[in-house]
């Protein structure tokens, strides 16, 4: 697996990234294919957050935390994870579709999010790959970003849609048409 470990405001020291490395390494019993891993340490008003995104068998996990030291922070995150991970392995497991060869998402393409300002209201553009999946590992995927809606390439229709998660706790879809 590999991993990258970056601080703003925050020395990342071999120290640090030995620990993040080794803690994250042991997730790897729940997915076997754990591709890579970010993490982001920030500093603010004397606290630190962490800011971990996995892509495990090409579903990406996310978790954030916070506290007083990097130690405290990304333990919480952690936490999270690991039950994030746990949950979900386990709905995979119910629906059958961890014996996909590989689970299809939609991932990040390679480089940095540009924080530029488009107009006085969009200040932060992100870039994705979208990859071909069913509905179902649409809402899958949206669940474990913990996102509202997620867009994703049909893999039946071959047609852009977005799935969104409604405030009676039921689902959306969204099926634009050219």
Sequence with gaps: MEIVVRGKNVEITDFIRDHVTKKLAKLE???KRILDATVHFYSERGRIKVEVTMTASGVVLRGEGEGPD???????????LERQVKRHKEKLERKGLLRKEELVALEEVPGETEEIKVSDRVVKVKEFVLRPMSLEDAILQMELLGHTFFVFKDLDKEKVQVVYKRKDGNYGLIDLVY
Excluded: H, I
């Design 70 to 80: 990097w130690r405290t922070a990304f333990d919480e995150v952690l936490e999270k």
């Design 29 to 31: 019993r729940f997915f």
